[in-house]
């Protein structure tokens, strides 16, 4: 059985949908984390929310540069040179993040530390989602690829770095 096209104008709408949900996901996360949950803001909290809402905020940047590229018929998306330096810096700030939140969480283990140590570990699932390998599936083609072939494979953003060096 082979897969429908999808229409341009299909594509476009989902992009938009992906920066605007990733973007509200950044003010969402603090309003529940800092005010519904009352999550003190320690240093390792806001430390752990920040690395979220980075990586969440280049989701967001990266799905509306998307929209672009089909919007203008472009070969690429814009910014391609700016996430293929990310791709190498997440890594260092999500180090430095633990280099605040571990021993916070090793020394007052609870809720000065802990909501920035489960942070901590979206951001780096966010990377790798966003970098590396897609791990979010959330339609229906992208489930069926994954039964069919029951393995990840390379993120959207990964393979626009690969395909445009």
């Not at 990310?86 to 802990?114: E, F, K, T």
Request: with cysteine; aromatic share 10%.
């Amino acid at each position: 059985m082979t897969a429908r096209p999808v229409s341009r104008a299909a594509l476009r709408s989902r992009m938009r949908f992906l920066a605007v949900v990733e973007a509200f996901n950044v003010g969402w996360l603090a309003l529940m984390l800092f005010g519904a949950a009352r999550v003190p803001p320690s240093a390792a909290n806001v430390v752990g929310y920040g690395l979220v809402a980075l990586l969440v905020s280049q989701g967001a940047w990266y799905w509306a540069a998307k929209d672009r590229q089909l919007r203008d018929r472009a070969r690429a998306p814009a910014g391609l040179g700016a996430f293929r330096v990310l791709r190498w810096v997440n890594p260092c700030l999500l180090g430095a993040g633990l280099a605040v939140i571990g021993p916070a969480a090793w020394q007052q283990p609870g809720a000065r530390s802990l909501p920035g140590l489960a942070f901590l570990a979206f951001a780096v699932v966010e990377h790798v989602n966003y970098f590396h390998l897609q791990l979010q599936h959330d339609t229906r083609a992208d489930l069926r690829r994954l039964a069919r072939t029951r393995r990840l494979h390379p993120s959207h953003l990964a393979i626009d770095l690969r395909r445009h060096r």
